[in-house]
């Protein structure tokens, strides 16, 4: 695709995802954003299916909703809480890790910031990208797996990594676009363009996907 066509592209994809059920993280937004509920949702959620991260989540807020409530909690509390989620063990000192973090340096309050959030326990650039955008609001562009392949895919990107598409994408993705692309992108990945065999034959922005790295399609 030209980089132009940008604008239409997105438009399209918007569109085509309100078909599907939003991911778990955008409903957990939509029910009142609060940072921390965000942050620990999104540490949960890495390398997890969105159902197992969801249950989960409901599982451990039911236990404690705040990082001073977390801090106090006992490990094995929060880890059983947490199974079957993948890693759940590191993931839950993580959390009461950063729980604690928050209340001693930041009393209490999450930090917007990039440079402060990627300094805490578990969380990267991923994951602060998605507090600042969906937890406060802030201009940040999250890059997972999802958005990095169809960047790639489309040719908007040639990079290796996640964090490396959100650097490209941060000198030329429009910036009206960037708190809501990975809204619009995740659930177009995962029922529109999947890691294997994309649904190319059905899919709104085939005229614009020169299919970069895709071998067979359905």
């Not at 910036?175 to 809204?183: A, L, S, T, V, Y």
Request: with cysteine; charged share 20%.
């Amino acid at each position: 695709m030209q980089d132009e066509d940008i604008n239409v592209v997105l438009r399209l994809v918007k569109k085509a995802a309100q078909q599907w059920a939003a991911p778990f993280m955008a409903r957990l937004a939509d029910d009142g954003p609060d940072p921390f509920l965000i942050l620990v949702a999104c540490i949960l959620s890495l390398r997890t299916r969105d159902q197992t991260a969801a249950d989960a989540s409901k599982r451990l807020f039911g236990l404690a909703a705040d990082p001073f409530s977390m801090a106090g909690i006992n490990l094995k509390k929060i880890e059983k809480a947490l199974f079957p989620v993948g890693f759940y063990r590191t993931k839950a000192k993580q959390i009461q890790e950063l729980s604690k973090k928050i209340c001693q340096e930041f009393q209490g309050n999450v930090p917007h910031a990039l440079e402060a959030l990627v300094q805490l326990p578990g969380v990267g650039r991923k994951t602060a990208n998605l507090v600042r955008t969906m937890g406060y609001n802030k201009q940040g562009i999250c890059v997972d797996i999802h958005v990095h392949r169809i960047c790639n895919r489309l040719g908007y990107v040639a990079t290796n990594s996640p964090d490396a598409t959100e650097m490209v994408l941060r000198q030329k993705l429009p910036e009206k676009h960037w708190i809501g692309f990975n809204g619009m992108l995740v659930p177009f990945g995962q029922n529109q363009c999947t890691p294997v065999s994309p649904q190319c034959s059905s899919c709104p922005i085939s005229t614009f996907c020169p299919r970069i790295g895709v071998w067979t399609t359905r």
